[in-house]
């Protein structure tokens, strides 16, 4: 199981991205290996938020249609308090309330890989897809 993150997510959808290829390549791999990919509803708002400011509305409808393939974890209020308490921990500038529910979601779920183009996660002692 590997975690999709903003970051490659919004490569993928957007082709001037210039991540698009590298990340066409790893989500084909993953696909190709029979990896099951997981989200959270606070990176679906993320990734739709983010595609409709730089892309336009149709990317982000698209990704919003897409994004139900995945397997979908919907943040409840005991994984976003877990994921408030990391980011008040960390005090980071960098490091946004998204990331740290992506980290609380993984840790619950045991998995140690995501997709993502955000070194915060080999900062907090996950493996990225490549």
């Given at each position: ?5 903003t970051?490659?997510?919004?490569a993928?959808?957007?082709?001037a991205?210039p991540r698009?290829?590298?990340a ?8 190709g290996a029979?990896e ?11 990734t739709?938020a983010?595609?409709q400011?730089?892309a336009?509305y ?6 919003l249609r897409?994004?139900?393939?995945y397997?979908?974890v919907?943040?409840?209020e005991?994984?976003h308090?877990?994921a ?7 005090k ?21 890989t995501?997709?993502?183009f ?6 907090q ?6």
């Amino acid at each position: 199981m590997i975690l999709l993150d903003t970051s490659a997510l919004y490569a993928l959808a957007d082709t001037a991205d210039p991540r698009h290829r590298e990340a066409l390549g790893v989500h084909d791999a993953l696909a190709g290996a029979g990896e099951a990919c997981l989200i959270h509803s606070y990176v679906i708002a993320e990734t739709a938020a983010l595609l409709q400011s730089r892309a336009g509305y149709e990317a982000a409808a698209c990704f919003l249609r897409d994004a139900g393939t995945y397997e979908t974890v919907w943040v409840n209020e005991e994984t976003h308090r877990e994921a408030l308490a990391l980011f008040t921990r960390l005090k980071s500038r960098t490091i946004s309330l998204v990331d740290c529910v992506s980290f609380a979601v993984m840790k619950r779920r045991g998995i140690t890989t995501a997709f993502a183009f955000d070194r915060h996660f080999v900062q907090q002692g996950f493996s990225l897809a490549r």
